[in-house]
């Protein structure tokens, strides 16, 4: 029978895979933290099955005898190197299609939250209870603003709906997808833009794009002082996205007005002592994804791709598309 092997995961328990694999495969459970002991577990394996192990490099994957299937149980693929896989004949695939919602949803309440300053008003009235309304810094109707969302993929665009329904304008930063194509989708109200236009014209700006080494920290000193409307700044792509030191300065200076991070650069990431310091900001622990539903969907969705090539058919969600050519 083929082995499938899962060199670690974040569930409570890993039956939906077993249960998806159960006919056509052995599945063997990890945790697995160290480079040697991963060598050691993915040699003979047929599927190799990985959730927040980084990196999976080029020695990890050469060392692969048995595997042309690594399966990431999650968006985000840039823990695997994709070169090395594709020049071993390995396919590499994701799951970009759960969380939508939840991570969607997680953008828009930290946008409101700050907009609203619900935090600060939760934290003013827990040490005042007689704290008034008028004792706050304004808050702003949201009607007529402008977001301008960068990387447009389905979580972007359920985001620019949310936004367009909220009568916010919707500005999209995005290389690989057209303005035709969103207008094809019925999303006309959607305009494409560069990048640097979205930064100096957004009174928010939120980021959903993949990291790549194009987009490493494009939020940085120089890229921030374009900025000319004082955003609110909401990421819930990847950390690697902004710099942070520059992200505190900007928000001292009143470039930026504040912030709402499910990511955030550094290790450990969340105790940047400046970022802390700044009121007008909201920090939530890489959460925007979590749910009971968003995990079982994870799971299954993952199992079903590894079942999928176990049984010779083509996963749904191959990324590293230039192995395809090499395994005809």
Do not use: W
């Not at 577990?41 to 050469?62: F, G, Q």
């Not at 304008?169 to 690989?176: A, E, K, Q, T």
């Not at 014209?201 to 980021?207: A, L, R, T």
Request: proline share 5%.
């Amino acid at each position: 029978m083929k082995k499938v092997v899962i060199i670690d995961h974040v569930f409570d328990n890993v039956d939906i895979e077993r249960e998806v694999l159960k006919d056509v495969a052995e599945y063997h459970e990890y945790q697995l933290t160290n480079e040697e002991d991963v060598i050691a577990a993915v040699k003979d394996a047929d599927v190799v099955m990985a959730t927040n192990y980084d990196p999976i490099n080029r020695r990890i994957i050469e060392s692969m005898e048995k595997a042309k299937l690594i399966v990431r149980h999650g968006i985000g693929v840039d823990s695997v190197d994709l070169q090395a896989a594709t020049d071993c004949g390995i396919m590499v695939v994701n799951v970009p299609n759960y969380c939508l919602d939840e991570v969607s949803d997680h953008a828009m309440a930290l946008l409101l939250a700050l907009e609203r300053k619900i935090g600060m008003m939760d934290k003013k009235v827990r040490d005042n209870p007689y704290y008034k309304p008028t004792d706050l810094p304004q808050t702003r109707n949201m009607r007529g603003k402008t977001a301008g969302v960068v990387g447009f993929g389905r979580i972007g665009r359920l985001t620019g709906q949310k936004l367009n329904a909220f009568g916010v304008n919707v500005l999209y930063y995005d290389p690989f997808l057209p303005q035709e194509a969103v207008d094809n989708m019925g999303m006309s109200y959607a305009k494409s833009v560069s990048c640097e236009y979205l930064i100096e014209n957004s009174d928010y700006i939120i980021v959903h794009a993949p990291l790549v080494p194009e987009n490493y920290h494009f939020l940085n000193k120089e890229s921030l002082a374009l900025a000319k409307k004082k955003p609110y700044i909401i990421n819930v792509g990847r950390e690697g996205h902004i710099d942070i030191d520059a992200l505190v300065d900007a928000i001292n200076s009143g470039i930026v007005q504040g912030a709402g991070l499910d990511c955030v650069d550094g290790a450990p990431p969340y105790n940047h002592p400046g970022l802390l310091a700044c009121e007008e900001v909201i920090i939530t622990p890489h959460a925007a994804f979590y749910s009971d539903e968003s995990y079982k969907n994870l799971q299954r969705i993952a199992a079903e791709q590894a079942r999928d090539f176990l049984e010779g058919k083509m996963p749904a969600f191959v990324v590293n598309k230039a192995v395809l050519e090499k395994l005809k």
